[in-house]
């Protein structure tokens, strides 16, 4: 894409209003623009970034046999009232709104209740069982504190997975899968060695169950890390487990700063024995069925990796997630050498576009310091410079938004930095 025709550009001040760091850049930069407190809409670059999160994400629930739907934001208050999640009493975070007529509806702020209720209709034998289904889809809180920028939004898309199982045991082998692949998706959006695994609070239907949480000096959580094991406790149960790792039994817990990016729970049968979800099976009686969910915030995500890596110049982004490969700068200066320097980056990146490697190309008629500076703030990993010097050497300079020297490399040798 050519920066000049872009329609966000960037800006030097961040909004007054706005005291997170993600929000802050990624404002400045023109990947959100900020609605309201904790309400964000995605420009073109920040939905760029948002759609390589959630196709990481999508990839990794495929790949465990969730199955993907899209369950409507508008909520039926019958089907809450059955699991008594309606009342504002225990659901503070609830939007309602009505009906001409007068009916109250809800905005969904998770999905147990209606998915359990339409499972009903599919699941009926044994055979049917085990079955995950997933969405990313945009739920409704009505957050307290929305202070923590597109970490925490009153609008904001999650993937929720909800797992169905004959017993136990089937659960759990499906739980465990769940586990790796939340680990595959930290890992692969550059989170991975800052993200441990947290022992939690399980509910009524199992010992504990488990978050993800990345350490993050913005996060609102407190976690008890283990080196030894690299997993962690949280704040629920520290005491429960007399500060004891409870997967090692290492005491050597070190308290941290963290954000919880994605959790995992065993829902046992309560909200199977709600919506009345049963199975027939192998002798013909009528078996409860055994849920999990499982959730992940992509804006969460994406807010995390800006605060956890960004530096003092602006955002740093991993490879997996960046909106472009690679930013291509044209310093064509002034004189005779601008048009010899702007054909052959037009050139190159003709030649970027036909390989199929997404590239943001700064055509735009301003000073190299202003392009740098544009470049440091939008954070794409790579940079290849072409300028009247660059041609002379017939090379051109590459150089990682991350750090490190810069090279200059032959065109030939492109393909190489891909
Ligand atoms: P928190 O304790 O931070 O409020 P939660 O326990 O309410 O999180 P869940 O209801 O389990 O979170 O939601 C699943 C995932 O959705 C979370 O792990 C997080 O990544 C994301 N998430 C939750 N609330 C928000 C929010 N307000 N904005 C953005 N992402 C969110
Ligand atoms: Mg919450």
Known sequence: MRQSELFTTTRREAPTDEVARNAQLLIRAGY?????????????????????????????????????????ALQDKAVWQKSGRWSDDVVD???????????????????????????????????????????????????????????RGREFVMKDLYSFSRDNAEHEKFYERAKQAY??????????????????????????????????????????????????????IIDECMHTCPQCGSRDLRTETAVEVGNIFNLGTKFSDVFGLQYLDERGVAQPVVMGSYGIGPGRVLGTIVETLSDERGIVWPKSVAPFAAHLVALTGKGTDAVMV?????????????????????????????????????????????????????KIEVSTRSGGEKKMIDEKEIHTLF
């Open 342 to 394: 702007r054909e052959a980056t037009d050139t190159l990146y003709e030649n970027l576009r036909q390989r199929d490697i997404a590239v943001l190309y700064d055509d735009r008629d301003v000073q190299a310091g202003e392009k740098f500076a544009d470049a440091d703030l939008i954070g794409i990993p790579l940079r290849i410079v072409v300028s009247a010097k660059t041609l002379a050497q017939k």
């Open 93 to 151: 975070v609830w939007f309602k709104t009505m009906l001409k007529s007068g009916t109250e509806l809800g905005l969904g702020f998770t999905h147990e209740e209606p998915l359990t209720s339409l499972m009903v209709e599919y699941i009926h034998s044994y055979r049917d069982l085990p079955r995950a289904v997933y969405q990313f889809q945009t739920k409704f809180r009505n957050e307290t504190r929305a202070k923590s920028g597109i970490m």
């Open 32 to 72: 959100i623009h900020k609605e309201m407190a904790g309400v964000y809409s995605l420009l073109p670059l920040g939905l760029r970034v948002m759609e390589k999160i959630i196709s990481i994400i999508r990839e990794e629930m495929n790949a465990i046999g969730g199955q993907e739907v899209a369950l409507s």
């Open 183 to 236: 680990t595959r998706v930290f890992n692969r959006v550059g989170l991975g060695e800052r993200t441990y695994i947290t022992y939690a609070s399980g509910g009524t239907f199992s010992k504990y169950s488990h978050e993800f949480q990345t350490l993050c000096a913005a996060g609102e959580d407190t976690i008890y890390v283990c080196d030894t094991c690299h997993s962690a406790v949280n704040d629920e």
